[in-house]
Nanobody, 126 residues
Framework: QVQLVESGGGLVQAGGSLTLSCTASKPTLWRFAMGWFRQAPGKDREFVAGIGWSGGSTYYSDSVKGRFTISKNNANDSVYLQMNSLKPEDTAVYYC???????????????????WGQGTQVTVSS
């Protein structure tokens, strides 16, 4: 079974930048839509960004639009989330997940994603 591993989280000051990476244990991601979600303590897991299988379409939550950029490199079988102008409200555990085969990446529903990484902590200080 394929496993996902997130990396790149850490502590950053407000206004700073951070890049998260997501890699698979075996080459499978190239044909799947991918999503990034986050979960803060006591809150539901929420959609952050999604990308179509080919990388040709991207989607963002209103709270991160204009600040975050999702991308995927099918040659390296990896997905990235570039986060700029970070705010304390962005503090959460961030997860990557595998979506629909040949999908557009538009779904915000956690039920449309089958495999999840272990998460990486992002903490933004004020």
């Amino acid at each position: 079974q394929v496993q996902l591993v997130e990396s790149g989280g850490g502590l950053v000051q407000a206004g700073g930048s951070l890049t998260l990476s997501c890699t698979a244990s075996k080459p499978t991601l190239w044909r799947f839509a991918m999503g990034w979600f986050r979960q803060a303590p006591g809150k539901d897991r929420e959609f952050v960004a999604g990308i179509g299988w080919s990388g040709g379409s991207t989607y963002y939550s209103d709270s991160v639009k204009g600040r975050f950029t999702i991308s995927k490199n099918n040659a390296n079988d990896s997905v990235y989330l570039q986060m700029n102008s970070l705010k304390p409200e962005d503090t959460a555990v961030y997860y990557c997940a595998i979506g629909r085969s040949y999908g557009s990446g538009s779904s915000k529903d956690t039920g449309d994603y089958d495999v999840w990484g272990q998460g990486t902590q992002v903490t933004v200080s004020s």
